[in-house]
T-cell receptor, first 115, second 114 residues
Framework: AQSVTQLGSHVSVSEGALVLLRCNYS??????LFWYVQYPNQGLQLLLK??????LVKGINGFEAEFKKSETSFHLTKPSAHMSDAAEYFC?????????????FGTGTRLTVIP | KAGVTQTPRYLIKTRGQQVTLSCSPI?????VSWYQQTPGQGLQFLFE???????NKGNFPGRFSGRQFSNSRSEMNVSTLELGDSALYLC?????????????FGPGTRLLVL
């Protein structure tokens, strides 16, 4: 079965520091992987997604993620954190079966940016 | 294009009551998925509708049901509410044509059961 695991429910970084949010996946078929961000009292916004076209995926707001099959990872990074990046981040994977359009989410990582 | 809209945004109900939530997808999207978000269980998939048919469902009791109309708008209903049903309910829409499509989320309906 497909699933994602996010390591670290809370991550704190200083403004201007590197952001690294970890996600490992489990899937017996090539996965489709996503990172979403959720700001307080809002829905989820897509940051980026991996669909096998390129292993390094660039998203919005300066975020990027690298798909590493050997490590079954899809970690999210940003070179320099900004105060506005404070939010909750979710990694997600598409189901393996065709005809299923939902997502399976990780437990989320809350990012705090310290001024 | 207008985004996904959900109504109402906030609801307060008491145990035993039922509730209906509404979701209007992005124009042209035929798939609507529903998710429940709670602090304890995180984001959990409820069900997906495509062209007025339930195409996929998660592991929730039968008290949770949904439907989709010919204009792709969707409703979900929870009967006999329990305290544990307090959550943020999110809907997401997509074209629904292939695996790996981006899902676009609405702002959610926050339900409080007293």
């Amino acid at each position: 079965a497909q699933s994602v695991t996010q390591l670290g429910s809370h991550v704190s970084v200083s403004e201007g520091a590197l952001v690294l949010l970890r996600c490992n996946y489990s899937s017996s078929v090539p996965p489709y992987l996503f990172w979403y961000v959720q700001y307080p009292n809002q829905g989820l916004q897509l940051l980026l997604k991996y669909t096998s076209a390129a292993t390094l995926v660039k998203g919005i707001n300066g975020f990027e993620a690298e798909f590493k099959k050997s490590e079954t990872s899809f970690h999210l990074t940003k070179p320099s954190a900004h105060m506005s990046d404070a939010a909750e981040y979710f990694c997600a994977v598409s189901p393996q079966q065709t005809g299923a359009n939902n997502l399976f989410f990780g437990t989320g990582t809350r990012l705090t940016v310290i001024p | 294009k207008a985004g996904v809209t959900q109504t109402p945004r906030y609801l307060i109900k008491t145990r035993g009551q039922q509730v209906t939530l509404s979701c209007s997808p992005i124009s042209g999207h035929r798939s609507v998925s529903w998710y429940q978000q709670t602090p304890g269980q995180g984001l959990q998939f409820l069900f997906e509708y495509f062209s007025e048919t339930q195409r996929n469902k998660g592991n929730f009791p039968g008290r949770f049901s949904g439907r989709q109309f010919s204009n792709s708008r969707s409703e979900m209903n929870v009967s006999t509410l329990e305290l544990g049903d307090s959550a943020l309910y999110l809907c997401a829409s997509s074209l629904g044509q292939m695996r790996g499509e981006t899902q676009y989320f609405g702002p959610g309906t926050r339900l409080l059961v007293l």
